[in-house]
């Protein structure tokens, strides 16, 4: 028998920068922070901000929607970077360093796809930890943290009502007023991947099977240079380095970007980062050379103790590099107050799909999404909770099935990373799909392994579906944008059967 507990405040699902800019915005909140530290300690690049005296948020928008492939809603991408400024001074009020230069001015670098600079870091490439640290320490009596592993959203029969946790075979359900699910990306759902571990989209598939509609699910984005080094998660160079001058070269040193893109080694990241795919499909490699970047070990510490650990000193060896999968523009389709399809439920952070990437994310723009939509998730929350009556129902195999993936999920990253990666085919496509049915049996013996089985079938079928190329999905038997397909993927799958549980 499962653990009742009722909540007098909203219950966020997630204590990266999204679930706690929207703890942050509440009067009172529950935070459910699960055994996985997640994404934003991660993050080595910043956050986007149209912050100099030659930029805009209008100019930031036009950026962000160049490289999200037509996709991108505007008023999404309105909301995100007119919030950016205010967004970047809470951080500071908070108690967020940033860098800055000799007149103590925010420093502002430059990325792929951004024709300003305008990306603040903390410690040169360490944003994603001092955020977290900033976000943290700003908790203050109001925001009560539960440390827990959510394995499904506990339903009535008209709304998401709260979640069930689970530790060994004890099971805690927790019924809120309001559940926002802030749960990350789904990186890990590749065998080469950014992402730590605990990011296979588990949130995501909670939420459609409490009924949620789901959007967007076969764009991925993959990083253009994680460290080929046999490490996983592998090691970020982050692009800030290009930024900074970096240069991506082959074996002999001679530099490729520019037979690809106009802007060479700052073309948009889908773009990079399968000319680097296709060096190494050639059999040629790709190396970042960051050799020209004076004291890049002070300016870099990340990277640098990411190669020192391989043997690698970024200061006078070229770094073998290979893409990677890093962050996930599908999710939960959320409006830009983050509101899904179900009663009861909001989505935030990279588990939503707002529409404000598009196909594909400019960098730098996923912790400032976090803060700016965590902000506007909090507001329209307080306006909208409701104590839930009636019957509560969960997916009845989350009541009993073990949580953890086992070994079955390993063999499923590299289906997912051979065959629905940065260069798809409908043939492999349809591979994929068979080898996840085949070994569906297996998966679905956990939680963690159903989830990523399910996930991985949608974005399957979302890439079979989409017979185009557009920003993160490329299908070499249709490498043409076609104009016809210019609109997003939604699946509306329905709530599953449920049992009754208190
Ligand atoms: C990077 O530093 O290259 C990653 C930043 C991001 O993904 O936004």
Same mark, same amino acid.
């Given at each position: 028998?499962?653990?009742?507990?009722?909540?007098?405040?909203?219950?966020?699902?997630?204590?990266?920068?999204?679930?706690?800019?929207?703890?942050?915005?509440?009067?009172?909140?529950?935070?459910?922070? +699960?055994?996985?530290?997640?994404?934003? @300690?991660?993050?080595?690049?910043? &956050?986007?901000?149209?912050?100099?005296?030659?930029?805009?948020?209008?100019?930031?928008?036009?950026?962000?929607?160049?490289?999200?492939?037509?996709?991108?809603?505007?008023?999404?991408?309105?909301?995100?970077?007119?919030?950016?400024?205010?967004?970047? /001074?809470?951080?500071?009020?908070? #108690?967020?360093?940033?860098?800055?230069?000799?007149?103590?001015?925010?420093?502002?670098?430059?990325?792929?796809?951004?024709?300003?600079?305008?990306?603040?870091?903390?410690?040169?490439?360490?944003?994603?930890?001092?955020?977290? $640290?900033?976000?943290?320490?700003?908790?203050?009596?109001?925001?009560?943290?539960?440390?827990?592993?959510?394995?499904?959203?506990?339903?009535?029969?008209?709304?998401?009502?709260?979640?069930?946790?689970?530790?060994?075979?004890?099971?805690?359900?927790?019924?809120?007023? +309001?559940?926002?699910?802030?749960?990350?990306? +789904?990186?890990?759902?590749?065998?080469?991947?950014?992402?730590?571990?605990?990011?296979?989209?588990?949130?995501?598939?909670?939420?459609?099977?409490?009924? +949620?509609?789901?959007?967007?699910?076969?764009?991925?984005?993959?990083?253009?240079?994680?460290?080929?080094? *046999?490490?996983?998660?592998?090691?970020?160079?982050?692009?800030?380095?290009?930024? /900074?001058?970096?240069?991506?070269?082959?074996?002999? #040193?001679? $530099?490729?970007?520019?037979?690809?893109?106009?802007?060479?080694?700052?073309?948009?990241?889908?773009?990079?980062?399968?000319? =680097?795919?296709?060096?190494?499909?050639?059999?040629?490699?790709?190396?970042?050379?960051?050799?020209?970047?004076?004291?890049?070990?002070?300016?870099?510490?990340?990277?640098?103790?990411?190669?020192?650990?391989?043997?690698?000193?970024?200061?006078?060896?070229?770094?073998?590099?290979?893409?990677?999968?890093?962050?996930?523009?599908?999710? =939960?389709?959320?409006?830009?107050?983050?509101?899904?399809?179900?009663?009861?439920? @909001?989505?935030?952070?990279?588990?939503?799909?707002?529409?404000?990437?598009?196909?594909?994310?400019?960098?730098?723009?996923?912790?400032?999404? *976090?803060?700016?939509? #965590?902000?506007?998730?909090?507001?329209?929350?307080?306006?909208?909770?409701?104590?839930?009556?009636?019957?509560?129902?969960?997916?009845?195999?989350?009541?009993?099935?073990?949580?953890?993936?086992?070994?079955?999920?390993?063999?499923?990253?590299?289906?997912? @990373?051979?065959?629905?990666?940065?260069?798809?085919?409908?043939?492999?496509? @349809?591979?994929?799909?068979?080898? =996840?049915?085949?070994?569906?049996?297996?998966?679905?013996?956990? &939680?963690? *392994?159903?989830?990523?089985?399910?996930?991985?079938?949608?974005?399957?079928?979302?890439?079979?579906?989409?017979?185009?190329? $557009?920003?993160?999905?490329?299908?070499?038997?249709?490498?043409?944008?076609?104009?016809?397909?210019?609109?997003?993927?939604?699946?509306?799958?329905?709530?599953?059967?449920?049992?009754?549980?208190?």
């Amino acid at each position: 028998m499962a653990k009742l507990s009722r909540l007098d405040a909203p219950l966020i699902v997630g204590a990266g920068v999204a679930g706690l800019s929207v703890a942050l915005g509440l009067d009172r909140a529950y935070v459910i922070s +699960a055994p996985d530290a997640g994404s934003t @300690w991660w993050a080595q690049g910043g &956050i986007a901000a149209a912050l100099a005296t030659d930029d805009s948020p209008r100019a930031h928008a036009e950026d962000t929607l160049a490289v999200s492939g037509g996709l991108a809603g505007a008023a999404a991408v309105d909301a995100l970077t007119r919030g950016g400024p205010a967004a970047i /001074e809470r951080l500071i009020e908070m #108690g967020a360093e940033f860098d800055r230069n000799d007149q103590g001015e925010l420093l502002l670098g430059r990325e792929g796809g951004h024709q300003k600079h305008r990306v603040v870091h903390a410690d040169g490439d360490a944003t994603g930890a001092e955020v977290m $640290r900033a976000l943290n320490a700003s908790l203050g009596e109001t925001v009560t943290v539960i440390e827990g592993r959510v394995v499904d959203l506990v339903r009535t029969a008209d709304r998401v009502a709260g979640v069930i946790t689970a530790a060994g075979k004890q099971r805690h359900i927790y019924v809120a007023p +309001a559940v926002v699910m802030a749960t990350g990306g +789904a990186g890990r759902m590749y065998s080469m991947t950014t992402n730590p571990p605990g990011v296979t989209g588990e949130g995501i598939v909670m939420a459609c099977r409490a009924g +949620a509609r789901l959007a967007d699910l076969e764009f991925v984005q993959f990083h253009p240079t994680a460290l080929l080094a *046999g490490k996983d998660p592998m090691p970020l160079l982050t692009e800030a380095l290009r930024g /900074e001058g970096a240069t991506l070269v082959d074996p002999h #040193g001679r $530099r490729f970007m520019d037979q690809y893109h106009p802007m060479a080694e700052l073309a948009p990241r889908d773009i990079v980062a399968r000319a =680097i795919f296709w060096q190494h499909d050639r059999g040629s490699g790709a190396y970042l050379d960051a050799r020209s970047i004076i004291n890049f070990h002070e300016r870099f510490p990340t990277v640098t103790a990411h190669a020192m650990s391989v043997d690698l000193d970024p200061a006078h060896d070229l770094l073998p590099v290979s893409p990677a999968a890093h962050y996930y523009m599908g999710g =939960i389709d959320a409006d830009t107050h983050g509101r899904t399809s179900v009663d009861g439920l @909001w989505a935030v952070g990279e588990c939503a799909s707002t529409g404000v990437h598009g196909a594909n994310r400019l960098g730098s723009n996923s912790l400032l999404e *976090g803060l700016v939509f #965590g902000a506007r998730v909090a507001l329209n929350v307080s306006d909208h909770m409701v104590d839930p009556v009636g019957d509560l129902s969960v997916p009845k195999e989350s009541l009993r099935l073990p949580v953890l993936p086992g070994p079955a999920l390993e063999d499923l990253r590299k289906i997912m @990373w051979d065959r629905v990666g940065l260069v798809r085919t409908g043939d492999g496509l @349809w591979e994929a799909r068979n080898a =996840i049915l085949e070994l569906g049996p297996i998966l679905r013996r956990t &939680i963690a *392994g159903r989830d990523a089985a399910d996930l991985g079938l949608m974005m399957v079928m979302a890439a079979l579906r989409r017979s185009e190329s $557009r920003g993160g999905h490329y299908r070499a038997d249709y490498p043409d944008l076609d104009p016809t397909q210019e609109h997003r993927t939604l699946i509306d799958t329905g709530a599953v059967e449920t049992v009754v549980v208190g």
